[in-house]
C-alpha cells in the first residue's frame, strides 16, 4: 500500500492520479482494477453513495472488501452519504486506507475525522461546488485530504466547473499559512488532459478522473497525459 503523505514529505510532488472506478466496467471490476495499477495509477478513487445525499446509488462495502483482496493499491473511498460516521467502522473493515466524507452531510465533522484517524486511515473532508470553502479551512490542520468536487457529486461524466478552481487556491494558501505543504489536495469531476492544467496551477496534489481514463482504452496513456497536462507540459 503506498503511503502518498509520506511521499509528499520526500517531496516526490509529481501529480498524483487517483482514477474513479465508477467509470470502469462493473462486469469485469478485478480486472479493470489490475489494468489500471499497471497504466500507473496512484490510487484508486472509490465512490460509495447512497442515493439520500445524492441521487444516485454506486456500490458498497462488499465490492470494496472484494476487491482489497485482489490488489495493494491505495484505496482512496469517495463516500456521498448522509451521516457519514455510521459506515466509518464498515468501510476501514472493507479495506479503505483513506476516506474522504462531505463536510454538508456530517453533524459532528471533528467526530468523524477522529473516528477515520482511529483506524489508522487518512482522513479527508470534502465539499459541494455550492459550499463555501470557509467550511472547510478550519478542519485542515486535522486533515490528511482535502477533496475540491468540481461537478455537483452523484454522476461521472459531467463537465468541469473552473469556478471551483479559487476553493482549490485558498486550500492551498490556507495549507501553507498554517505549515501543512503535504496536504492531499485533490479534484474531482471533469478532470481529463484539458482541465488538468487549471488544476494543477491552482495547486491541486491529486486529481481524479474518470470517465477521461477508464472511457478511453489505454488507460496508461489517458494518465501519462492528465499528469503532464497538469504539469504544464
Ligand atoms: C462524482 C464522483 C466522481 C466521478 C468523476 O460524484 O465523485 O468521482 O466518478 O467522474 P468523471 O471524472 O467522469 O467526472
Ligand atoms: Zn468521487
Known amino acids: ?15 498524483q492520479i487517483s482514477p474513479s472506478l465508477l467509470a470502469a466496467d462493473f462486469s469485469r ?10 497504466a500507473g495509477a496512484d490510487m484508486i478513487h472509490l465512490d460509495v453513495m447512497d442515493g439520500v445525499f445524492v441521487p444516485n446509488i454506486s456500490f458498497g462495502m462488499s465490492v470494496i472488501a472484494s476487491l482489497r483482496k485482489t490488489s495493494r493499491l491505495f484505496f482512496d473511498v469517495h463516500i456521498m452519504i448522509v451521516d457519514p460516521i455510521r459506515y466509518i467502522d464498515s468501510l476501514a473493515k472493507a479495506g479503505a486506507d483513506g476516506i474522504t466524507f462531505h463536510v454538508e452531510a456530517a453533524e459532528d465533522v471533528g467526530a468523524v475525522i ?4 482511529g483506524h489508522g486511515m487518512k482522513a479527508g473532508l470534502t465539499l459541494r461546488p455550492g459550499t463555501p470553502v470557509e467550511k472547510v479551512l478550519p478542519w485542515l490542520p486535522q486533515l490528511d485530504l482535502a477533496l475540491v468536487m468540481s461537478v455537483e457529486p452523484g454522476f461521472g461524466g459531467q ?4 469556478g471551483m478552481m479559487d476553493k482549490v487556491a485558498a486550500i ?54 492528465i ?7
Open 227 to 233: 499528469r503532464a497536462a497538469a504539469a504544464g507540459a
Open 29 to 38: 471490476l478485478g480486472e479493470e482494477l489490475e489494468k489500471i495499477e499497471a
Open 159 to 162: 463537465s468541469f466547473m473552473a
Open 1 to 15: 500500500m503506498g503511503d502518498i503523505t509520506k511521499m509528499v514529505e520526500r517531496n516526490e510532488m509529481k501529480m
Open 172 to 225: 492551498r494558501s490556507e495549507a501553507e499559512r498554517i505549515g501543512r505543504p503535504d496536504l492531499i489536495l485533490q479534484v474531482d469531476g471533469g478532470v481529463d488532459r484539458n482541465t488538468a492544467a487549471p488544476c494543477g496551477k491552482a495547486g491541486a496534489s491529486c486529481l481524479v478522473a474518470g470517465s477521461a481514463v477508464f472511457g478511453k482504452g489505454d488507460y496508461a496513456a489517458e494518465i501519462a497525459a
Open 114 to 117: 477522529q473516528k477515520i484517524k
